[in-house]
């Protein structure tokens, strides 16, 4: 069964501290790893990483993935309170299935 | 430019009625989504669609049925709401192993 984990599921930093959030994955036919933010409605596309050891940058948040290891994390530099939201985390697989986690919940207190 | 747009917003049923969620897309895409999300779960796939004509059963398709009806079009229905279908759905669209675009949601309760 195609599995995507996300931890930690909750966090709570103050602003201006750096975050990592991480995700594992347990699926067969895997295409690519996705990292989407979702505030209150519909989630919203950060990165899709398809190959091993090559970051990806958006301004503060980062990106990579080690298809070895079945992971990938994300990184916040200089949190804001504008970053609270849930990030998640999903695997593309082959056909075009795309399989999520639970999600991690962050805060960003002033 | 609507993107990817879902009817109803909002929906109150009682236990045992039927009624069909709509979604549409507008940017030519093959695959089509249905997700769930309940607090904690992140979104859980209900069924999708790779291609008109085509359907596929996620992590939790029971309780549901869909319809591809064109390649616009992918709907999902419940025959016999039950409470624990109270949930937000989502539906979502993609092309060619790009990232998929969302829907606003539809906040559905079963009283």
């Known amino acids: 069964e195609d599995k995507v984990v996300q931890s930690p599921l909750s966090l709570v930093v103050h602003e201006g501290d750096t975050v990592t959030l991480n995700c594992s994955y347990e699926v067969t036919n895997f295409r690519s790893l996705l990292w989407y933010k979702q505030e209150k409605k519909a989630p919203t596309f950060l990165f899709m990483l398809?190959?091993?050891?090559i970051e990806k940058k958006s301004g503060r948040l980062s990106s990579i993935l080690d298809k070895k290891e079945l992971f990938s994390i994300l990184n916040i530099t200089a949190t804001q309170t504008g970053d609270s939201a849930v990030y998640l985390c999903?695997?593309?697989?082959?056909?075009?299935?795309?399989?999520f986690g639970p999600g991690t919940s962050l805060s960003v207190i002033p | 430019n609507a993107g990817v747009t879902q009817t109803p917003k909002f929906q109150v049923l009682k236990t045992g009625q039927s009624m069909t969620l709509q979604c549409a897309q507008d940017?030519?895409?093959?695959?089509m989504y249905w997700y769930r999300q309940d607090p904690g779960m992140g979104l859980r796939l209900i069924y999708y669609s790779a291609s008109e004509g085509t359907t596929d059963k996620g992590e939790v398709p029971n309780g549901y049925n869909v319809s591809r009806l064109n390649k616009r079009e992918f709907s999902l229905r419940l025959e016999s709401a039950a409470p624990s279908q109270t949930s937000v759905y989502f539906c979502?669209?993609?092309?060619?192993?790009?990232?998929?675009?969302f829907g606003d949601g539809t906040r559905l309760s079963i009283l």
């Open positions: 940017m030519n895409h093959n695959s």
């Open positions: 398809t190959s091993s050891g």
């Open positions: 979502a669209s993609s092309v060619n192993n790009q990232p998929q675009h």
């Open positions: 999903a695997s593309l697989l082959i056909y075009d299935k795309v399989i």
